[in-house]
């Protein structure tokens, strides 16, 4: 079946250096979608990515998808202390993702 | 947030006793989710409900049950709890091919087996 791979597991930065989790599929991806989680919290949907390198932002973060459709990345720029948390990448079908298992990151204020 | 509930929200219960956690939601989605998270394993899918009375098993549902008798509940019951159940279980939500193609998760449940 599916496999998502998630790098790194961890990643601690000081704030407002910036960070980079990437997520890579055993076989090509119709789509991708990240979520976030925050400590103690539950996973919340960030964004869907669906062409081939395909790259969109949302303020600080940039997300990108691969030109196979098999990874993904999504980049904080300058970090900042509320971007703390565990960063999922997930595959199709929205009907039963498969998650990868995330980068919890941590800032060194 | 979408309208997801758990509960309880935090159960403390001991070896061989049967438990059952409860999610509900006021979106009358079709598709509802019960995922465990645990460090190092990110989210594994336990069973999924694609309407009443239809459910499926995810790739974690030895030891787990579900069911699902009306649109707006789905519950999960382990039967006889372990140690390694120990856990944080989120229920989720989902409408596929609606306006936005996601889930959507319950605050959780977190549950420990002594």
């Known amino acids: 079946g599916q496999q998502v791979m998630q790098i790194p597991q961890y990643q601690h930065v000081q704030e407002g250096e910036d960070f980079t989790t990437y997520c890579n599929s055993s076989t090509t991806l119709s789509n991708i979608q990240w979520y976030k989680q925050r400590p103690g919290g539950h996973p919340v949907f960030l964004i869907q990515?669906?062409?081939?390198?395909e790259v969109k932002k949302q303020k600080r973060l940039t997300f990108q998808f691969g030109e196979a459709k098999k990874n993904s990345s999504l980049h904080i720029t300058a970090t900042q202390t509320t971007d703390v948390g565990t960063y999922f990448c997930?595959?199709?079908?929205?009907?039963?993702?498969?998650f990868g298992t995330g980068t919890r990151l941590t800032i060194i204020p | 947030d979408a309208g997801i509930t758990q509960s309880p929200r935090h159960k403390v219960t001991e070896t061989g006793t049967p438990v059952t956690l409860r999610c509900h939601q006021t979106e009358n989605h079709r598709y509802m989710y019960w995922y465990r998270q645990d460090p190092g394993h990110g989210l594994r899918l336990i069973h999924y409900?694609?309407?009443?009375?239809?459910?499926d098993k995810g790739e974690v549902s030895d030891g787990y049950s579900v069911s699902r008798s009306k649109t707006e509940d789905f519950l999960l019951t382990l039967e006889s709890a372990t140690s390694s159940q120990t856990s944080v279980y989120f229920c989720?939500?989902?409408?596929?091919?609606?306006?936005?193609?996601?889930?959507?998760f319950g605050p959780g449940t977190r549950l420990t087996v002594l």
């Open positions: 409900s694609y309407g009443v009375k239809d459910t």
């Open positions: 989720a939500i989902s409408a596929p091919g609606g306006i936005t193609d996601t889930q959507y």
């Open positions: 997930a595959g199709p079908p929205v009907e039963k993702l498969t």
């Open positions: 990515l669906v062409k081939s390198g």
